[in-house]
């Protein structure tokens, strides 16, 4: 009968668009005015593209679509940045606690 069977998705992978200059930029700005910035390699998942996520000392981050995990190392090698990957590692503690800080006194972010 197969009224309820599920139909196999081909490219459910949204592609939305991809890394470009400005996100480039945008993490080499990154780098060159925090301390401490390491880099962490998330993997693409059905809704986005493969990121790569930069860590301050101080918890502060931000995150932009790169082409592959392969282009995220050669990125953090070239600014000299440690690169890891988050499904190995997991977020570091100091960024959760970043994010509680905002939460708590946005008026200071």
């Known amino acids: ?3 309820f069977r599920r139909r ?3 490219g459910a992978v949204s592609r939305g668009r991809p890394a470009d200059r400005a996100d480039l930029d945008h993490l080499e700005n990154f780098v060159r005015t925090r301390r401490g910035v390491e ?7 059905t809704v986005t593209e493969t990121t790569v996520i930069l860590i301050a000392d ?3 981050w931000t995150r932009r679509r790169v ?3 392969e ?3 050669r990125f953090a090698h070239r600014l000299a940045v440690p690169i890891y990957d988050v499904r190995l590692m997991g977020y570091p503690q100091r960024m959760r ?7 708590r006194r946005p008026e200071l972010f």
């Open 1 to 3: 009968m197969g009224l």
């Open 8 to 10: 196999k998705q081909t």
């Open 39 to 45: 880099a962490y390699i998330e993997p693409r998942t």
């Open 58 to 60: 101080d918890g502060e």
């Open 67 to 69: 082409d592959s995990p």
């Open 71 to 73: 282009g995220a190392r």
């Open 97 to 103: 606690d970043y994010n509680e800080r905002r939460k």
